[in-house]
């Protein structure tokens, strides 16, 4: 049999006399590797083309293990060693497609002292990821444990958006299900353009409909709740609000909150003109507003009136 041809399965070990030791020595002679159970046929030449651990073993520095039939023993997963005597003859290989068989085969160049596999796997790894990885990740809370965890663990500001329809015991508005739509989309749409500098996340569990929440540097900053309930004729109904402006101007109100801070002067100016437009009494208490949770509920209890604006 040839090269790197694998010769059988993994072998259950046997009772017998204990592996002897030698100091092996060749040419182009054909050895025969048992490598964690696999079998391999290859030559000394190939072993000891490059500067490795294998050199080392069958140039003479190092003793190597046979069994009673002959066959070295190395001690390791002889999975990805047809892959190694690959390189080892040709200075490249084709490597494997799953990032996890590419990790494995690194771990074993690594033994080998192998650095030029190591790098191919190093650099492939990293393809992948660059490929693969998710630019914007939104984890979703299971439980208020996690979430308080989440936000203490944050060293970003933080938006939650609460959504969970199943909650309400009335009836909705017809333009209801279309505002909480709305809402989940610029929830989308805020966490592609802040993801690098605002952690998103979402609730599906909790007793508000749609509900936003606002915190930095672990506190809560503001919330808006975005339903209200509006009286139909003899029967309640749950109004789901779009307040995108109110939304938008919280969402640029955390990014104060960044650590370290990042200078950006439109975002001064937007929160500037905000502050201006303020009432002389939070104007008197200056500082102390950081303290308080912004609760801004939306046309809550309001007489029930589904017609557009300016009608």
């Not at 200075?91 to 690594?110: G, N, V, Y």
């Not at 004729?233 to 801070?261: D, G, S």
Request: with cysteine; proline share 4%; glycine share 6%.
């Amino acid at each position: 049999m040839s090269g790197d041809t694998c010769l059988g399965t993994p072998l259950c070990p046997t009772a017998g006399p204990k592996p002897k030791s030698c100091s092996f020595r060749g040419g182009n002679k054909y050895v025969r590797l048992n490598v964690g159970g696999s079998l391999y046929y290859t030559t000394v030449q190939v072993l000891t083309r490059h500067d490795t651990m294998l050199k080392a073993m069958f140039s003479g520095r190092m003793e190597v293990l046979t069994d009673k039939e002959g066959w070295i023993l190395i001690d390791r997963c002889g999975k990805h060693f047809g892959t190694i005597l690959n390189y080892l003859r040709d200075d490249t290989i084709a490597l494997p497609k799953h990032r996890q068989e590419i990790k494995e085969l690194m771990a074993e160049a690594k033994y080998y002292l192998i650095q030029g596999l190591v790098d191919m796997c190093q650099a492939a790894l990293q393809d992948k990821k660059d490929l693969y990885e998710p630019v914007c990740s939104i984890p979703i809370i299971t439980s208020p444990k996690e979430e308080e965890r989440l936000i203490e663990s944050s060293m970003k500001p933080v938006v939650k958006l609460l959504y969970n329809r199943s909650n309400n015991k009335y009836s909705y508005t017809s333009t209801s299900d279309d505002n909480l739509l709305k809402n989940i989309e610029l929830f989308d749409k805020l966490s592609l353009r802040f993801n690098g500098r605002v952690l998103f996340i979402k609730d599906v569990i909790g007793d508000e409909i749609c509900c936003w929440s606002f915190y930095g540097q672990g506190r809560k900053l503001a919330e808006v709740c975005c339903t209200s309930i509006v009286y139909a004729t003899e029967k309640k109904q749950t109004k789901v609000e779009f307040p995108e402006a109110r939304i938008y101007e919280e969402t640029l109100n955390v990014l104060l909150y960044e650590t370290p801070r990042v200078p950006d002067n439109s975002l001064l100016e937007a929160t500037s003109r905000s502050r201006s437009q303020a009432s002389h009494s939070e104007d008197d208490e200056g500082f102390e507003l950081r303290d308080r949770v912004r609760r801004i509920h939306v046309k809550r209890y309001s007489t029930y009136d589904d017609r557009q604006l300016g009608h």
